[in-house]
């Protein structure tokens, strides 16, 4: 059944905001970022921007391509771990990635167990022949969707300026994506430091209502 099904709605199934990984209790380190006041309503476009390029999103994206292809998905699962620059990013892809493979083992018949997200993604994306580049454009934009919503329910973000950062950004997505045909696990690189000192800190920060 699921052979048969348009790719494009498997990935839009998959990605979306209701499928059951829990990515709206997660905020890639921005609640930290906006407590701090580092992040605004105008500036949070930049911040995301420079997450997609030089943080999670290529990395993410490194992640996935090297699933898919068909290396074995347990070692690439061991780099999306060591790879993690804070505990919260690994509790992240860790928490939404048995989640994800949870899903694919009751409703695809696809046998992933205790794999990151990206990593669960990949392989997913293997077992159906999905393809490879659109899946990762996909993933990025829900990551920044799911995110810019995480912003809306911290600061004064409304609606419409919401909507304007995720069209914004997607070109970015589909530019990483193609940037990434190309790549291997030899291109993992973070330069999002902020970011990434962001997550580290929200470890400590109280009250708080995201995970990460």
Do not use: K
Request: charged content about 15%; overall charge negative.
């Amino acid at each position: 059944m699921h052979t048969r099904t348009d790719p494009i709605l498997t990935l839009a199934q998959w990605l979306s905001p209701g499928f059951p990984i829990g990515a709206f209790a997660y905020s890639s380190g921005l609640e930290q970022a906006i407590a701090d006041g580092v992040v605004t309503p105008r500036t949070v476009e930049d911040w995301l921007s420079d997450m997609l390029r030089d943080g999670n999103g290529i990395s993410d994206a490194l992640l996935i391509r090297a699933a898919a292809s068909g290396m074995d998905p347990h070692e690439v699962d061991q780099t999306a771990r060591a790879f993690c620059p804070s505990r919260e990013r690994l509790l992240e892809i860790d928490a939404q990635g048995a989640a994800f493979c949870d899903q694919l083992r009751a409703n695809w018949g696809i046998d992933a167990t205790n794999l990151t997200y990206p990593v669960a993604l990949g392989v997913g994306i293997r077992h159906l022949g999905l393809p490879l580049t659109m899946a990762v454009q996909v993933y990025l934009h829900a990551w920044v969707a799911a995110v810019v919503a995480a912003c809306q329910r911290l600061m004064a973000l409304g609606q419409t300026e919401a909507q304007r950062i995720v069209s914004a950004l997607a070109p970015l997505c589909s530019d990483i994506a193609a940037q990434t045909e190309t790549g291997t696990l030899d291109d993992l690189t973070s330069q999002s430091f902020a970011a990434d000192i962001a997550a580290m800190r929200h470890e400590t920060l109280s009250p708080r209502i995201f995970r990460t």
